[in-house]
């Protein structure tokens, strides 16, 4: 026959070998949890700290470029092969393509919002660059120099309203 005397006593004794158990388990499932949050953290801080001066260069590069790319500093940078405007100005456009390429890879390091604004400016100053060309007050090369940076001292290069999206940008890396 069965005995239930010993059944309860097993029970008994079971009971909290199971209770003792299931905490040990939740205990050591929250401690790998945690430690595997841990080094997570600890991953990122440390890929963190090789990707900023990445960035920082990265933002660095493309403040030079804009710098280049400003109109006042690229007619000062880059003269007239002639006296033709329609040839100067594909000078200007094609001298500020050149330094947009050679920064392209850049884009990877800076956030899209300010590669949007840095495309924009390039975009902007050779619209206006061709624009001015295009004008019948233009009649030469050093006329479109002349004409183009007496608009600049009226009215912000697209160049420096995207340095400041730059600076404002790195300013909330720190």
Known sequence: MFD???LVEFILFLFPAVITGG???MFFKRHTANEEGRR???IQKEAQKT???LRLQAYERMA???ERVNPSNLLLRVSPLSNDK???QQLLAASIEQEFEHNLAQQI???DECWNVIKTAKSTTIQIIRTTANSPD???ADKLREIILTSLLQKSSPSETGMAFIKNEVSELF
Request: hydrophobic content about 50%.
């Open 138 to 140: 233009v009649a030469d």
């Open 86 to 88: 329609i040839q100067y």
């Open 40 to 42: 997570r953290y600890l």
């Open 64 to 66: 030079l470029f804009l």
């Open 109 to 111: 390091y800076i956030s």
């Open 23 to 25: 905490i040990a388990y």
């Open 4 to 6: 239930y005397q010993k």
């Open 51 to 53: 990707a900023l001066p």
